[in-house]
């Protein structure tokens, strides 16, 4: 791998592979997410790019909050987003035009 490749990580549960009464739309929408990243994996096997599932250990989480941010910068850019998303688009156009 060098460095100029595409690494995906996508964090999953072990929900997904064995579905459990309950979070039965938590567990759809994981196995979704892994189907989807096993499909990518095959579709870009011959370029730089790396599709990686992880399925953490379970952890109790006491959480209350819906969305749990990874940090302060994080939450601040999403509050930006959602406040102003012509900016957001703006910032992505360069991205999606077609540089040929």
């Known amino acids: 791998m060098t460095t100029s490749d ?3 990580v996508v964090i999953t549960s072990g929900v997904a592979s064995v579905g459990n009464p309950g979070p039965t739309a938590y567990g ?16 870009l096997r011959h370029e730089a790019v790396h599709c990686t599932l992880i399925q953490p ?3 109790s989480t006491e959480s209350t909050n819906p969305v749990i941010y990874t940090d302060w910068v994080t939450r601040i850019g999403l509050t930006v987003a959602r406040l102003f998303p012509s900016i957001v688009r703006r910032g ?6 077609d540089r040929t």
């Open 28 to 43: 759809g929408s994981k196995g979704a997410v892994e189907s989807f990243t096993r499909s990518l994996r095959h579709e």
């Open 57 to 59: 250990r379970l952890a």
């Open 6 to 8: 595409a690494k995906t």
């Open 92 to 97: 992505t156009e360069r991205f999606l035009t």
